[in-house]
Antibody, heavy 118, light 110 residues
Framework: EVQLLQSGGNLVQPGGSLRLSCAAS????????LSWVRQAPGKGLEWVSA????????YYADSVKGRFTISRDNSKHTLYLQMNSLRAEDTAVYYC???????????WGQGTLVTVSS | QSVLTQPPSVSAAPGQKVTISCSGS????????ISWYQHLPGTAPKLLIS???KRPSGIPDRFSGSKSGTSATLGITGLQTGDEADYYC???????????FGTGTKVTVL
């Protein structure tokens, strides 16, 4: 059974940093690209970032480019999102998601809330 | 501001059918498969349709997808109260080098 277990959400002040984690199981981890997707309060889904199975290729939404860094540790079957210079508009529930038949996401984490506020 | 446009809401009575449109461009829908997701508040999104018209295992055949040119459509037949949710289309945009979601459609069962 595929599982994606997220951790790391929290309340952080504007300008602060936070790292999200997503521990995976139930599939051959390094064979699949992974993404982060977020939903701000009252808004729709927004794709944030993606990383290839090897970790060599990364992609970012313009809204987070230069501030967020996606990475993965294939030995630990874990995906990360390092978020720096956080802004109020980054407040959202963040989901990790596994690539399905491209381009789609077939499994999702449970979501973790990031609140950026003073 | 999403590059994929969906109607904000659709509604129908139980047992009826609804369709949700998703309009894009040649850099996204026109040259890639489309996926559809169901999102209920407080839960993780669920993949309903991949590769424009394929249902993953466990998704009932009441849900169907199609694509033509730069537009796609999700159909839901035999509408049930449990289908009340937000629905999103999504695909890769080659010009943006980014995955893009539609604006989202709220389905209401009357």
């Amino acid at each position: 059974e595929v599982q994606l277990l997220q951790s790391g959400g929290n309340l952080v002040q504007p300008g602060g940093s936070l790292r999200l984690s997503c521990a995976a199981s139930g599939f051959t981890f390094n064979n699949y690209a992974l993404s982060w997707v977020r939903q701000a309060p009252g808004k729709g889904l927004e794709w944030v970032s993606a990383i290839s199975g090897t970790g060599i290729s990364t992609y970012y939404a313009d809204s987070v480019k230069g501030r967020f860094t996606i990475s993965r540790d294939n030995s630990k079957h874990t995906l990360y999102l390092q978020m720096n210079s956080l802004r109020a508009e980054d407040t959202a529930v963040y989901y990790c998601a596994k690539e399905g038949a491209p381009p789609s996401f077939d499994y999702w984490g449970q979501g973790t809330l990031v609140t950026v506020s003073s | 501001q999403s590059v994929l446009t969906q109607p904000p809401s659709v509604s129908a009575a139980p047992g009826q059918k609804v369709t949700i449109s998703c309009s894009g461009s040649s850099s996204n829908i026109g040259n890639n498969y489309i996926s559809w997701y169901q999102h209920l508040p407080g839960t993780a999104p669920k993949l309903l349709i991949s590769e424009s018209d394929k249902r993953p295992s466990g998704i009932p055949d009441r849900f169907s997808g199609s694509k033509s040119g730069t537009s796609a459509t999700l159909g839901i037949t035999g509408l049930q109260t449990g289908d009340e949710a937000d629905y999103y289309c999504g695909t890769w945009d080659s010009s943006l080098s980014a995955y893009v979601f539609g604006t989202g459609t709220k389905v209401t069962v009357l």
